[in-house]
C-alpha cells in the first residue's frame, strides 16, 4: 500500500513537467475573416444556382 502511495505521489509531482505547451507562433493568430466570406459567397451562389434550376 505504501508503495503506490509514493508512486501516486511521485506522478503527481512529475506531470507538470511532462505537460508543458508549445509557445505561440511568431506572428499571432492568423484572420479567418476573408476565408468565411468567400465560403459564405460560394454557398450563396450555389443556391442561388440550385434554386434558379429548380
Known sequence: M???IILIAILIISLP???YAQPDPPG????VDGAIGLL???????????????
Open 28 to 31: 499571432g493568430p492568423v484572420p
Open 17 to 19: 513537467l511532462i505537460t
Open 2 to 4: 505504501k508503495k503506490a
Open 40 to 54: 459564405a459567397l460560394a454557398g450563396a451562389a450555389y443556391g442561388a444556382y440550385k434554386h434558379r434550376k429548380n
